[in-house]
T-cell receptor, first 114, second 116 residues
Framework: AQSVTQLGSHVSVSEGALVLLRCNYS??????LFWYVQYPNQGLQLLLK??????LVKGINGFEAEFKKSETSFHLTKPSAHMSDAAEYFC????????????FGKGTKLTVNP | EAGVVQSPRYKIIEKKQPVAFWCNPI?????LYWYRQNLGQGPELLIR????????DSQLPKDRFSAERLKGVDSTLKIQPAELGDSAVYLC??????????????FGEGSRLTVL
């Protein structure tokens, strides 16, 4: 079964600093991987997805993620944090082979300090 | 285009009381999901519908939880009786399904349940 592990439940950065949120996956088949963002008291919104095309995926709001098979990683980055990026970020893997559902990590809460 | 609509947004009940949540998916989306999100955790799937058929309900606690999706559009999730541990946010999501479904789900804002 596919799964993801997010390293660090809380990450704090200064405004303008690099954002790096870590995600490692476990999958016996080539995975489909996702990052979703959740703002307070809201549902989840898709940031970006990897579906076996380009390994560097660009998403909304200046975020990008790189799929690295050798490291089984799919880390999320943004060169310069903005106050509006403060939210919770979830890495997810798409279950395949009849188990068509998103399996989420536990999330990483991003705080951006002025 | 309207997004996924859920109601109520917030619900506070006492334990052993019943509660129901409603979801209206995006028009044309035949796949509907109910997820539960506990505080500080990622969402976990409760049930998945393809049209009106529940195709994955393995994680639904069937002794107290029930769901339906009549006519393959709106869906209702019910808990009876509620327990303290049911306090969570219940998220509904929909997708276009089928071969085109590569995991892009559209989520509603969720229904936050507090059981006292």
């Amino acid at each position: 079964a596919q799964s993801v592990t997010q390293l660090g439940s809380h990450v704090s950065v200064s405004e303008g600093a690099l954002v790096l949120l870590r995600c490692n996956y476990s999958s016996s088949v080539p995975p489909y991987l996702f990052w979703y963002v959740q703002y307070p008291n809201q549902g989840l919104q898709l940031l970006l997805k990897y579906t076996s095309a380009a390994t560097l995926v660009k998403g909304i709001n200046g975020f990008e993620a790189e799929f690295k098979k050798s490291e089984t990683s799919f880390h999320l980055t943004k060169p310069s944090a903005h106050m509006s990026d403060a939210a919770e970020y979830f890495c997810a893997v798409w279950g395949q082979g009849g188990s068509e559902k998103l399996v989420f990590g536990k999330g990483t809460k991003l705080t951006v300090n002025p | 285009e309207a997004g996924v609509v859920q109601s109520p947004r917030y619900k506070i009940i006492e334990k052993k009381q019943p509660v129901a949540f409603w979801c209206n998916p995006i028009s044309g989306h035949n796949t509907l999901y109910w997820y539960r999100q506990n505080l500080g955790q990622g969402p976990e799937l409760l049930i998945r519908y393809e049209n009106e058929e529940a195709v994955d309900d393995s994680q639904l606690p069937k002794d107290r939880f029930s769901a339906e999706r009549l006519k393959g559009v709106d869906s209702t999730l019910k808990i009876q009786p509620a327990e303290l541990g049911d306090s969570a946010v219940y998220l509904c999501a929909s997708s276009s399904g089928g071969a085109r479904n590569t995991g892009e789900l559209f989520f509603g804002e969720g229904s936050r349940l507090t059981v006292l």
